[in-house]
């Protein structure tokens, strides 16, 4: 299955996906040195975003949240790439910092579309994703 969607950061990345079901924060909502998502009663607690497809609805945080992304990347613990409905500022200017393929607006809930453990392909520089391997 393939998604056609805006680009916002270019590039290339693929790995498994893991879809978060709310806005996420680089402050608060994730560890920098472990890569684990740290939502409290979250089902998805504990599960790392580091090399993967991270979806999200889309973002929040504050001004600190590109250089919490920033220390994530240093450790190897940031996401491949970002997909989210609908980016907001903040999301936009940590994918930049870190320069991680970024895209939104794909007409349908990308949250809904991928599923965490999907296989996925995002080419940001053609604004197609695919889904591989469909869990």
């Known amino acids: 299955m393939q998604l056609k ?9 693929e790995g498994k996906a893991v879809v978060l079901d709310r806005a996420f924060s ?16 979250h089902p998805l607690f504990g599960v790392t ?13 504050g001004t600190i949240a590109p250089f919490m992304a920033y220390e994530a990347k240093k450790n190897s613990k940031a996401p491949a790439a970002i997909l989210c409905n609908e980016v907001e500022p903040l999301t936009a200017e940590c994918a930049m910092t870190i320069d991680i393929p970024l895209m939104d607006a794909f007409g349908d809930d990308v949250t809904k579309v991928i599923k965490t453990g ?8 053609t604004g197609v994703v695919e889904i591989v391997n469909a869990v």
């Open 5 to 13: 969607g805006r680009i916002l950061n270019k590039g290339y990345a």
């Open 26 to 41: 680089f402050i608060g909502d994730f560890d920098t040195s472990t890569g684990e998502l740290t939502i409290d009663g």
């Open 49 to 61: 975003i580091a090399n993967c497809i991270f979806v999200i609805p889309t973002g929040k945080g």
């Open 118 to 125: 999907d296989f996925v392909k995002v080419n940001a520089n």
